[in-house]
């Protein structure tokens, strides 16, 4: 079992930058592919960003490509999120999950079907 907790949230003005960390424990996190999600009061959950298991790839919903930066440490079984250039729409709870992934894969997954999540952290961006 696979426990994520998230932090790094917080109330910024727009054009500011947070980064948001989420640290595993519980199981292999060099053996998951890694995702950040969010979801808005009133709207579903959405994608903004993954990471494969091998060779770092990554993804990017196309409302925070070149904004925002996904990466991972292996070594502290962390995964970051930054966040630059926030708008008052990236507003929203953010969410980290874990998939596990087959050796060498190198899909960063965009759906929803992540084995592990998070319990959030919260991103306020005021106009």
């Known amino acids: 079992q696979v426990q994520l907790v998230e932090s790094g949230g917080g109330l910024v003005q727009a054009g500011a930058s947070l980064r948001l960390s989420c640290a595993a424990s519980?199981?292999?996190?060099?053996?998951?592919?890694m995702g950040w999600f969010r979801q808005a009061p009133g709207k579903e959950r959405e994608f903004v960003a993954a990471?494969?298991?091998?060779?770092?790839?990554?993804n990017y919903a196309d409302s925070v490509k070149g904004r925002f930066i996904i990466s991972r440490d292996n070594a502290k079984n962390t995964v970051y999120l930054q966040m630059n250039s926030l708008k008052p729409e990236d507003t929203a709870d953010y969410y980290c999950?874990?998939?596990?992934?087959?050796?060498?894969?190198?899909?960063?997954?965009?759906?929803?079907?992540?084995?592990?999540w998070g319990q959030g952290t919260q991103v306020t961006v005021s106009s």
């Open positions: 999950a874990a998939k596990y992934a087959r050796f060498g894969s190198t899909t960063p997954f965009i759906t929803l079907a992540y084995d592990y």
């Open positions: 519980g199981g292999t996190f060099s053996t998951y592919a």
């Open positions: 990471i494969s298991r091998s060779y770092e790839s990554t």
